[in-house]
């Protein structure tokens, strides 16, 4: 049977390599959402530069300046459209991303806070008489961290709702005031 000591160092070790396995799979997901956004970025950059080349000579070909201006508002929405399914895609990648990080630390929480308990209740079959206040003040501390820490992915996750619905909410906005357009909106 192994001393207390040996068992709270093997499970320090075992909760160290379990970090270090948890840190390489985020900083694996984070250059993941890093490289979707740069692929995002340079699909979005090229097209763009398309998108500029078709308008310009459009825009060249026009004959009077109200031919000029009609185009130049022709390519408003458009643009408008593309600008609004950029932000979409780029919050989708945050969003995925982030959820891959709290799944993560979800997992290593409740891991890590079930082997303590384990090592805790290990560790009191062996405990010396009169220990039993501090095994019991050790357990609650334990359990207020978990409730402290399902209270605080709770209100991440609220927050993250908020953001989500608030930027939900300007792009409609701002779809409806493209679809108005200039001249209706400066009607108004």
Request: hydrophobic share 45%; charged share 15%; aromatic share 8%.
């Amino acid at each position: 049977m192994s001393t207390i000591p040996e068992q709270f160092s093997n499970a320090a070790k075992a909760n160290l390599d379990n970090q270090f396995t948890n840190f390489s799979a985020l900083t694996s997901k984070a250059f993941e959402g890093f490289e979707k956004l740069i692929a995002l970025n340079l699909a979005t950059a090229k097209a763009s530069l398309e998108g500029s080349s078709v308008t310009a000579k459009q825009l060249l070909s026009a004959s009077n300046p109200q031919e000029f201006f009609s185009l130049s508002t022709a390519q408003a929405q458009p643009a408008a459209e593309k600008f609004v399914a950029y932000g979409r895609q780029v919050s989708s990648i945050a969003a995925e991303t982030a959820a891959e990080f709290s799944k993560a630390a979800k997992a290593q929480f409740s891991e890590t806070n079930s082997k303590v308990l384990s090592l805790v209740n290990e560790a009191t079959k062996n405990a010396p008489a009169g220990s039993e206040n501090a095994i019991a003040l050790f357990k609650t501390a334990l359990g207020n961290a978990d409730a402290g820490y399902q209270q605080f992915t709770r209100s991440a996750k609220q927050a993250s709702d908020t953001i989500e619905a608030n930027v939900n909410a300007a792009v409609s906005q701002f779809n409806t005031a493209v679809k108005k357009g200039p001249i209706a909106a400066a009607a108004e």
